[in-house]
């Protein structure tokens, strides 16, 4: 049984905190703090924890560490299933945004069979997306590989680049170091088109109940730095930079135009955010999938139209 603690209230004075990780699906985040709109929207004592994967901060969500959480996806669901009142509230990446690159040796998929991969986590996000670019070359991803839990993206392309292991799924700007480092791009996922939500907003019911107001306004923070930086392109590019430690130009303008793509006008969950992960997990019985997305809170700023005045 999954342990779970009280959700307090939060005084005045406390911080609220978000957990994040380092990637640039969280550039929605970093734009809404460099353009300081959580403090314009309420947020005076925002405090943002970075951990290593999705599964370390959903943790945290459920112990009562932080109070938000800018990723999660299967493992937010999956806490749900074991008893956590963790619940998606709006989604910013609805597509797998990683290329499969392996080391110069590799020339094709066989030649996979019996290496090592790199995932951040067993079971997240990343790890899902690692076993179906498998399937789609071929492999069985329990059986022809080894999958390792090395950490974020920049430590999993240098032990790609060290021979450490032979694969692992990037994305922008580590694909574009990647590729100058020599290392070979074997299949590409956003490029395939599957849609897969990878990256949510998610709480706990218990703090929306108690809160919803902070959560409302820490979403109003959000939206306006996911619009300030899709229409803002030398603010969007400043926000990576600053945020990846990149300072080589043409690197920022790439990224900036991948993820320009991929990120939504506004980051709606839906159905989807928890029956692609209910489907993939093969959980057998009906699932509401109301019971894991909340979509109360952007609904709410859709109706006082909020979602529509951040592009004006």
Same mark, same amino acid.
């Given at each position: 049984?999954?342990?779970?603690?009280?959700?307090?209230?939060?005084?005045?004075?406390?911080?609220?905190?978000?957990? *994040?990780?380092?990637?640039?699906?969280?550039?929605?985040?970093?734009?809404?703090?460099?353009?300081? %709109?959580?403090?314009?929207?309420?947020?005076?004592?925002?405090?943002?924890?970075?951990?290593? @994967?999705?599964?370390?901060?959903?943790?945290?969500?459920?112990?009562?560490?932080?109070?938000?959480?800018?990723?999660?996806?299967?493992?937010?669901?999956?806490?749900?299933?074991? @008893?956590?009142?963790?619940?998606?509230?709006?989604?910013?990446?609805?597509?797998?945004? %990683?290329?499969?690159?392996?080391?110069?040796?590799?020339?094709?998929?066989?030649?996979?069979?019996?290496?090592?991969? =790199?995932?951040?986590?067993?079971? +997240?996000?990343?790890?899902?997306?690692?076993?179906?670019?498998?399937?789609?070359? +071929?492999?069985?991803?329990?059986?022809?590989?080894?999958?390792?839990?090395?950490?974020?993206? @920049?430590?999993?392309?240098?032990?790609?680049?060290? @021979?450490?292991?032979?694969?692992?799924?990037?994305?922008?700007?580590?694909?574009?170091?990647?590729?100058?480092?020599?290392? &070979?791009?074997?299949?590409?996922?956003?490029?395939?088109?599957?849609? %897969?939500?990878?990256?949510?907003?998610?709480?706990?019911? =218990?703090?929306?109940?108690?809160? &919803?107001?902070?959560? *409302?306004?820490?979403?109003? +923070?959000?939206?306006?730095?996911? =619009?300030?930086?899709?229409?803002?392109?030398?603010?969007?590019?400043?926000?990576?930079?600053?945020?990846?430690?990149?300072?080589?130009?043409?690197?920022?303008?790439?990224?900036?135009?991948?993820?320009?793509?991929?990120?939504? &006008?506004?980051?709606?969950?839906?159905?989807?955010?928890?029956?692609?992960?209910?489907?993939?997990?093969?959980?057998?019985?009906?699932?509401?999938?109301?019971?894991?997305?909340?979509?109360?809170?952007?609904?709410?700023? =859709?109706?006082?139209?909020?979602?529509?005045?951040?592009?004006?």
């Amino acid at each position: 049984m999954l342990l779970f603690f009280p959700q307090k209230l939060l005084l005045a004075q406390e911080p609220l905190r978000a957990g *994040t990780i380092f990637s640039a699906t969280q550039a929605p985040l970093w734009a809404a703090k460099e353009g300081r %709109y959580f403090e314009k929207y309420g947020i005076k004592n925002l405090e943002v924890i970075q951990f290593s @994967g999705g599964q370390p901060v959903t943790r945290a969500l459920i112990g009562g560490d932080i109070q938000i959480s800018t990723t999660g996806g299967a493992a937010v669901v999956n806490a749900r299933l074991k @008893g956590a009142d963790t619940v998606i509230i709006a989604r910013t990446v609805g597509v797998f945004p %990683y290329t499969l690159y392996v080391g110069k040796d590799i020339r094709d998929a066989g030649e996979l069979k019996g290496k090592k991969l =790199a995932v951040s986590t067993i079971g +997240g996000s990343g790890y899902v997306a690692a076993q179906y670019a498998l399937r789609k070359l +071929g492999l069985d991803p329990d059986k022809d590989v080894a999958m390792l839990q090395i950490g974020d993206f @920049g430590a999993r392309l240098a032990s790609l680049a060290a @021979g450490t292991v032979q694969g692992t799924l990037l994305l922008p700007p580590f694909t574009l170091r990647a590729r100058d480092l020599g290392l &070979r791009p074997l299949y590409d996922l956003f490029g395939s088109g599957i849609q %897969y939500p990878i990256n949510q907003i998610t709480t706990r019911q =218990a703090f929306i109940k108690s809160q &919803r107001e902070t959560v *409302t306004n820490f979403m109003r +923070g959000f939206v306006a730095g996911l =619009a300030r930086f899709r229409t803002d392109r030398e603010f969007g590019a400043r926000v990576l930079g600053k945020n990846l430690r990149e300072n080589d130009p043409k690197i920022l303008q790439e990224t900036y135009d991948f993820w320009l793509k991929v990120f939504p &006008r506004v980051p709606n969950p839906g159905p989807e955010d928890a029956t692609v992960f209910l489907e993939f997990m093969q959980i057998k019985e009906q699932r509401d999938w109301r019971e894991f997305v909340d979509t109360s809170v952007m609904d709410e700023l =859709a109706r006082e139209g909020f979602l529509s005045s951040v592009y004006k």
